[in-house]
């Protein structure tokens, strides 16, 4: 850690902020400047609370050189997490392809989305069962229902299941159904959710934050890590920008970004990205042929009739073309579908 | 609603999303331009799934004409609304001023705040009990200690409080404390917690979430009412965007904006929108005379030992100042403090 | 165009509106909802000023239903426009690369990169002479020197050259040199010029700019179109987002976008918008998986001595490497390299 | 300067770096943790440079510890500059209010304007000549003979003109009419015409650019001051976020932080970050109270009828009940009008 002195902070300063740091345990080193001093601050102290030193009178500001998580950084653990779903590996050579419609609306309907998507080469199901839905008034999911379809749509199928968790009292339940929780964009801070996830020994789908940073998104991975799960894998699904052509905007580079802070595998939701069926196919090559492991498709059997998120929701002959197609470009570089 | 059909929509396409909106309820009128057909579709459905006309084929996009939210807009209600919180009002003419540390730490330091605090003319005492904090590894707050500490301060002092509830699993026991809940801006649309405080008759302190547009955060207070609770103040509390001088970016005009489309009071949190003391006042200043109702500050005896958010916090001479200068600029603008 | 008219407007301000309408050309059709009466506005009349009917009294809004421009758009253009630089053909099967360092240092670090990056593929080559940088200390670029210096390094190489024009008092010079003029994302809105070289016969690669909406910058290229040059090749470069890991963040999807909206070329800029030479073969796959028509790569035979971003510029060992794998990827998207 | 160099970094390259920075004219000073060093660098050489140092082999990143610019900013002029505009102070206790139409459309209206302005207490009258509109089919000012309204109604009020002035060319006849260049928020970076009215004697008002950091608007402040000219008045006028219920969101904390950073005076357009005329009081009236140097607002005798602006232009009653209660929140901070 770096802690810049203001210019004009006095030599009293100095000295206080210098033996704050020791107490704080740190062995510390000024370097003074023509205008301003500089004091580093030597020993991993990420833990503590450094805001302290910050508050201090004639601080400018406090430079970290560590970066704020240790679990699931690079530094600690360079070689990459493959996460076991059930059976089926992300973060290894073969792309991971989840898919299925935005919510649970009825066995039926789940059941032959679930055959197409697995002919096509998905290899776990996803579908809401708990929905957090902008508007009261909008379908909030069949709850408890939508995890016994899920369930009996594993069974008859074999295809593995993701469902999102919404609430703390939720998560028990869920738990018993399904093979990976999902954490939305919306919930990525719920920290209370995130050690409860962290307390099972599921497999967690952390979506980022609709405008949480690469770090703010690797320290939520943090919370559930740092409570004693391991098997995370992180969903970018577009972040809010001033654009409004495209429902969000789809990070690419966040890819290449997270492969380096991170040995933790990312998967990309063009679905949510785009909020636009039409977008999802350019997206979903892109975020393979930028070194994703994997990707959440939204498939829809009728996207008019969809009860969530019909805009951006692929016909399964539809899906099954992009699957061909993304097939091709993992082979370009070097991963198989 | 206003349904615009692409370029070279077939007249079948335009023949079924009539059709569909009828079956939804709606008359409709279509608009044959030289290029394009739009069809107006009649009826204050906002309580309907528009999604579905979206996805039709031809269907360019929709363009709502009613504002999804109904029981927190003006449409329906133009009075403003005055919430009570024990006895303090928020929404008339008076400012409502809240104050205190971002956490409670101690008894004796939140005594000595509050007193401080009340003298420079604060109604309301704030201190996080439960702490939403972005590092696992920092101080994540007092839990149950932290409430019991606020409730005999209130006791001694006569100071309502409010403090932040961040899991469902809490609300009962919170509720049994403090005079207002504050949801926080990560738990925006944690919308089970929304629900849960909507079902208790306490008022809510609703925080803008870092990247929610005003209708987003309109919707949000949507869900606490439309469970029965519309007791529900709003506040501003800075906007994520590109800018780094600041923590966040305050949208001082969000107040005026509010005021047009609701009836519910909005206050501003102008220490976590600067993230540095040296702009609170500023801010401070420039959102009263822009027309909030209130203000939440954060004050602590010596931030430099402040468990959380020392850097923004004033100390309590500061603080002092402060409200002598709002007291000014409330008066320019015909409130009182 | 829909006029929608406010809660509460008056029988006479929506005659009135229907007046003015009618008064510039439009035929109308009001249709009256139970809360609110929006009107119809039938012609094509996108190039008139709509603003004075958002003025008028009893007005909320206005909804455009064609899109601002006309001759840069697919509603009246629909087949994709291949730009010819000088026989290097962009927007066809072929993807055009376009490599080189970021400005012109000297001619014989100019000539070695040429041959290189030729070597390995590319076909135009890019080096700014007049360079707009964010402090008036750093190096300007060499001027009409390093002009003189792309051109004969054409003359020995064969590869086209473009570079940036920052004035209108040069588009003059910089004509008699390059093949295709650059408009950099500064001055993306910087009108005048745009309409310099709109008057010119060469092709232009139009950069967006760092905060531009997709709309805003096809309306900066219908103005090189207006002016009678519709060779126009947009370049998407990453948008200025909160997030800090990278300069700017891509914007993928807008490729998508742009291939819906607008019949002319798009190419990346994966060096820009990463700013770190690290992440720059992940946006290029990416990109040219996601549909661009070609990159424009920086490439520097020794980045640490680069007069300017060094930091994102590749060595053409690295460059070379580049260009095999996105040759790989071009392939599997049905394209050549 | 601080280089941070990364984990794994070897002795040999540390050893170069510190080669590179003594060569540069640095005094190195070496911290090793126990994980990464970092190097101090001595010595204020912020005109150097610094790229290629992070373009090194080993190199994380760079830590600035001077602010890029100097003559603007408060490091080495600490007292608040006053500019002087033909006898109107802007940076005084006295607050500075600009108004007037968006672009001057005829010497009638602009006359009539210019009077009702003045008697409401504008001393300065703005109107655009040159007109940078976003679409090329929108009127783009009377140019010449919008100047020559300017001068005359300049001549019959007294009032000192502003206006705004778009390319290179025309900065010579420009400075021949007005008492102050205007620099619109799309030319904030146009570097040329900064230095092109950098090296005439007039004021110039510099507006921020839509999504310019506060940092690369004190640096285009600095491409003025380092040509010579010191007269520089800042302008916030609303930064682009996701936020759509205005056009930009203003960013009220920027005058506290630009009052920290930088000698200059600062004014704030509430028109422009608006896009709405209801938002503008808010605004103007929160802009004052935090500290603000002054407005520049738009006002039209009839907006629905307005060439340019239309929708956030106050009709002159409003603007004369607006400056009555700006007087009175400038009073309550210690100012007048």
Redesign the interface.
Known sequence: M?V?MS?GATKAQINDVEK?LVQLGFKT?A??????T?I?A???K??L?T??????PGVERI?P??K?YKLVGR?LKPTPTVVDVGGVKIGGPELAVIAGPCAVESEEALMETAVKVKESGARILRGGAFK????????QGLQKDGLEILASVREATGLKIVSEV????DVETVDRYVDMFQIGA??M????LL?EVGMTNKPVLLKRG??A????WL?AA??IA??GNSQIVLCERG????????RN?????????IK?LSHLPIVVDPSH??GNW??V???A???????ADGLIVEVHLD?????????Q?LRPEKFHQLMK?VG??A???GRSL
Chains 1, 2, 3, 4 share one sequence.
Do not use: C, W
């Not at 805001?51 to 201090?56: F, Q």
């Open positions: 770096i810049v210019q704050k080193h370097i003074y400047g023509q205008v301003k500089v580093g030597i020993g991993d990420r833990l609370n805001e302290s030193i910050t508050s201090m430079v050189i560590m704020p530094e957090p839905r902008t508007s009261p008034y909008s379908f919404l609430d703390t009292r919306r919930n801070q719920n920290y209370r050690q609709l405008a940073t690469i770090e703010e320290m943090e919370y740092a409570t972040i809010r920008t001033y654009e409004t052509a495209t905007t789809i990070d690419i580079s966040a890819i290449a970004v380096e990205a785009a039409k977008y196919g350019a997206i090559k892109g975020a393979v042929a930028a070194g996207p008019p009739s969809a009860l969530s998120d019909g805009p929701s197609e091709l470009v082979q370009a570089v």
